[in-house]
């Protein structure tokens, strides 16, 4: 899994938004688990899900946090959500927020692809 301590997990979340910073494509990560009794793809993708949709919010839903700081990446931002109809910006952000969340949630490969084990 991703880790079991508090600590591991922050730096481990920390270190993987500083990535999101930095690449210009989700092609760019690449992260290989070893397979071990209990550790699955499966198992990571959820540790991973878990991580992209964030804190709760007030209401009881999820902030999915990591959405602004792939939006804040431009890069990053024009690879995943492409903007082909030049849609306000607004809107696109709007648009683009939804498909996240139902990437996570589905956990779809447009999203979870850098996820491997061996």
């Known amino acids: 899994m991703l880790s079991e301590d508090g600590n591991g997990k922050n730096s481990f979340r920390n270190q993987f938004l500083a990535y999101l ?53 431009q890069g990053l931002k024009n690879n995943l959500f492409p903007n082909p109809s030049n849609i306000n910006e607004s809107t696109h952000k709007i648009n683009s927020k939804i498909n996240f969340q139902n990437w996570v949630e589905t956990q779809n490969n447009v999203l979870f692809s850098f996820i491997k084990t061996k």
């Not at 992209?52 to 792939?70: A, K, L, P, Q, S």
């Open 21 to 73: 910073g930095e690449i210009n494509s989700i092609d760019n990560l690449k992260y290989v688990f070893k397979n071990r009794p209990g550790i699955s793809l499966t198992a990571i993708k959820d540790n991973f899900q878990q991580m992209f949709r964030g804190n709760y919010t007030i209401d009881g839903t999820y902030r999915y946090e990591f959405f602004d700081i792939i939006w804040s990446n």
